[in-house]
């Protein structure tokens, strides 16, 4: 998953735990992205957080864009849980478009370092 080299070890650790707890990613099709220079789906002049390397897209083909529900019920707490230890924001709470593939960075750029720090003691 290419992802921006300070948040690098949150992304990996969402995604190793989201293999095992949630669901396989990467079997079948290609469709688990992260950094992609492009804007805010739907706008002109905002910049994505795929494009700083601080947001990832997962099994998009089974979580499409704007569809709620997509996940079994049951694993929604999980989701939020693993998101929350790696300091990451769900698509799938978004307001308005929901997007369930989508998980981005929460913390400021000051953060993440000892964010880090604290994941690797085992204090989240």
């Known amino acids: 998953m290419r992802c921006a080299k300070a948040v690098a070890p949150l992304i990996a650790g969402f995604c190793k735990e989201f293999h095992e707890l949630i669901e396989p990613i990467d079997e079948g099709s290609l469709d688990d992205w992260g950094y992609a220079f492009r804007m805010v ?27 709620a529900g997509t996940f079994p019920a049951e694993k929604v707490p999980m989701i939020r849980a693993l998101a929350k230890k790696y300091g990451l924001k769900w698509g799938g709470d978004y307001r308005n478009r929901k997007d369930e593939m989508h998980f981005e960075i929460e913390l400021s750029e000051a953060k993440v370092a000892a964010f880090i720090g604290s994941l690797n003691k085992g204090d989240n």
């Not at 706008?43 to 997962?58: P, Y």
């Not at 099994?59 to 499409?64: A, E, G, L, P, Y």
């Open 41 to 67: 789906r739907g706008s002109t002049d905002t910049l994505s957080n795929h494009a700083s390397g601080t947001a990832i897209d997962l099994n998009s083909s089974r979580h499409i864009l704007g569809k």
